[in-house]
């Protein structure tokens, strides 16, 4: 039957029975262990309530005499090992089963019917507060509990390697064996550098694991020859790290991998691990060293639960990748002289007039009067399509810059620490603002004509106009300032953000598995199209394949996000400056000049700045924030750079709209 909780320590003494079964012995330690704890407020409280377990044990010989036996019992069925070489490592070498584990211990319920270490240690010590009055014990403690629980056998007092120690060799070589076989995937293995390939030190780690174990259990050898079997292995983990820590030159130039992220990031751990291990194994003062043992192993234990903590440390290089993409791309947005300005209206110009075209299809397209899902998808074409002809035409929207351009501007902060880093900075910062300015207005002022001029050809041609007078009515009034068109603009920043990650990870995973080589080379594809115009093929996708993901993947989430959000009865719709200028200008053309004295059509006008400042400043703002933490970016004097963009707003304000002649 399952123990009672106890409330004192005399009650749990009475309740302790070597001869109870699995569940009921592992029941009594989760509670000893409660009752230690206490409030989980004060470590000196908590190392007092050992010390009276301690004094109450020895006070009573026959109760020191059922809980050694209690655990001799608890030792020979439950293997420590588990717990010192595999706790808090993934069971499979996969990022999604990883995963799929944390959420299974977060959610299921564990049984203390086990005899698996790792699970009782996480359910006997499952607190940070455990790590806190663990490492605070007394050296004399941990000897007085030792004494209680097992004292030394004959052959350990002749000399002879105690179970503590076989478990400690046990668990270096059944972690040094998961390091072998981390170090011997191909995956990793291909992308070392051939240095570390050459010097091959995966190969001879079992063997130096092997000279320790011989050194410990043969007490008749000499310390030195174990020190030096130590110091072998340490050298040896060392040779293993570096040579697994190439392979993130590779993810440099060839792209990241998060799956490889992960067994790289486990087999750092691994080896992390067996250091520990060692210095347990040959420390002076075993037990204190036990106990810190302990202590991280529960602060690993709290890792182990966190998903959070999981997705951050192993997608933290493909975001820095991403980034870096998105800078070297958010460069070319950056106007700096008169020339590149002049260059960037032209572009800015030539998208607004091809948006007049996607916002007149749009309306025809709610002619059709479509299901709510097939509304959105072919929204979602016309976007899509409409935004790669403005890449492949060369043309540009502003919308989409900020996303890309704020990647850039976080690389550059690294550069503050240089002599007139700052003023650097700031005049980074003007040209990315008058870039920002430049695109949108040349969207704008173009989209609005464009629409108005297509508007009355349709309506000369069709003898009707382009739209209904109850929907000119009906988009006014859905972009009135008062109504949710802020929300959704800033909703639609966000869309934009995420449409520069699709193309950031798009291009790396482009990179990562060589397409671009393999349709310059493969066999079939060259048969099929020949060989010059693979090569130009190659070359045109690795040039454009970020392109081609964020407008493609933007385009329908403009069309099916609010479809997906009305399914769930929520409300959410897009705002897209452009797309809403030539709604507007559509609305205008059906209502005729009348439009002008209609207050409906001003709030509408007004509104318009709003959604472009927020479609800008909420997409750069979350690029921003991703860039500096995935470049590591800190310890930036915000207050400096502040009081100097103040100063060039005084000195030179015309600066953030025109370049300088």
């Known amino acids: 039957m399952p123990l009672p909780a106890p409330a004192d320590l005399p009650s749990l003494l009475a309740a302790l029975d070597p001869e109870a079964g699995l569940a009921v012995r592992h029941l009594w330690l989760i509670q000893l262990l409660d009752w230690v704890r206490g409030g989980g407020d004060s470590v000196p409280a908590a190392v007092g309530r050992v010390q009276l377990f301690l004094d109450a044990v020895e006070a009573r010989p026959e109760a020191a005499a059922r809980l050694r036996a209690w655990w001799t019992t608890l030792v020979e069925h439950v293997d420590i090992t588990t717990l010192l070489a595999d706790f808090g490592f993934a069971p499979r070498t996969a990022l999604v089963s990883e995963m799929a584990e944390r959420l299974r211990t977060k959610l299921l319920p564990h049984s203390p019917e086990t005899i698996d270490a790792s699970e009782l240690f996480m359910l006997a010590l499952p607190g940070e507060f455990d790590a806190q009055w663990l490492a605070a014990l007394e050296e004399t403690q941990l000897q007085r509990l030792i004494a209680l629980l097992a004292p030394p056998p004959a052959d350990e007092a002749r000399g002879g390697a105690s179970r503590w120690q076989k478990a400690l ?6 972690c040094a064996g998961q390091i072998l076989s981390t170090g011997f995937a191909p995956e990793l293995r291909l992308r070392m550098s051939e240095a570390a390939r050459d010097a091959q030190p995966f190969h001879a780690l079992i063997r130096d694991v092997e000279s320790l174990r011989v050194e410990v259990l043969h007490a008749l050898r000499t310390p030195d020859r174990l020190n030096e079997a130590a110091q072998r292995l340490r050298e040896r983990l060392e040779a293993c790290r570096a040579a697994a820590a190439t392979v993130y030159t590779h993810f440099e130039d060839n792209g990241i991998s998060v799956g490889l ?6 087999l750092r751990e691994r080896i992390l691990r067996v250091r520990e291990l060692l210095d347990c194994l040959l420390s002076p003062t075993p037990a204190a060293t036990a106990a810190r043992l302990m202590a991280h192993l529960v602060m690993v234990g709290q890792d182990r639960r966190s998903l959070r903590a999981l997705l ?13 993409r998105s800078a070297e791309t958010g460069e070319h947005y950056i106007t700096r002289t008169g020339a590149e300005y002049r260059a960037m209206v032209r572009k800015a110009a030539g998208g607004g007039a091809l948006m007049a075209f996607t916002t007149l299809a749009k309306f025809g397209l709610y002619a059709l009067a479509l299901s709510a899902f097939w509304g959105g998808f072919w929204a979602g074409v016309n ?9 492949l035409l060369h043309l540009t929207v502003a919308t989409k810059q900020p996303a890309m351009t704020a990647p850039a501007m976080a690389a550059k902060l690294k550069e503050l620490g240089t002599g007139g880093g700052t003023e650097a900075f700031v005049d980074e910062i003007t040209h990315l603002v008058r870039s920002q300015v430049a695109a949108v ?3 704008v002022l173009v989209v609005f004509p464009a629409v108005l001029a297509l508007a009355a050809l349709i309506a000369w041609g069709t003898g009707a106009p382009a739209i209904s007078h109850g929907q000119a009515g009906h988009v006014l009034e859905s972009l009135h300032l008062l109504g949710p068109s802020v929300l959704f603009a800033a909703f639609t920043g966000v869309l934009l953000f995420a449409s520069s990650i699709v193309a950031g990870w798009t291009e790396n995973w482009f990179v990562l598995h060589r397409l671009d080589s393999a349709i310059h080379y493969n066999p079939r594809i060259t048969r099929w199209l020949g060989a010059a115009r693979a090569a ?3 070359r045109f996708l690795r040039e454009n394949i970020s392109g081609f993901a964020a407008n493609i993947s933007l385009g329908f989430m403009l069309g099916l996000v609010p479809a997906f959000a009305g399914f769930f009865g929520l409300a959410l719709d897009v705002r897209h400056v452009t797309l809403s200028t030539g709604q507007v200008a559509a609305a205008m053309a059906s209502l005729g000049l009348p439009a002008l004295h209609s207050p409906a059509f001003w709030w509408a006008a007004a509104t318009l700045p709003l959604l472009g400042a927020l479609n800008v400043s909420v997409s750069f703002y979350l690029a921003f924030r991703l860039a500096l933490q995935a470049q590591n970016v800190s310890g930036v004097e915000r207050s400096r750079i502040y009081a100097a963009v103040r100063s060039r707003l005084r000195s030179a304000p015309l600066s953030f709209f025109l370049p300088r002649r």
Not at 169 to 174: E, K, N, S, V
Not at 316 to 323: C, D, E, P, T
Not at 383 to 391: D, H, P
């Open 536 to 538: 130009r093929w190659a």
């Open 261 to 266: 992220v992960f067994r790289l990031r486990q």
């Open 312 to 324: 951050a440390s192993n997608s933290s290089l493909l975001a820095a990748k991403v980034a870096e």
């Open 383 to 391: 976007y899509a399509v409409s935004f790669v002809l403005i890449q």
């Open 441 to 443: 207005l040349g969207n």
């Open 169 to 174: 060799l046990d668990a270096i070589t059944y």
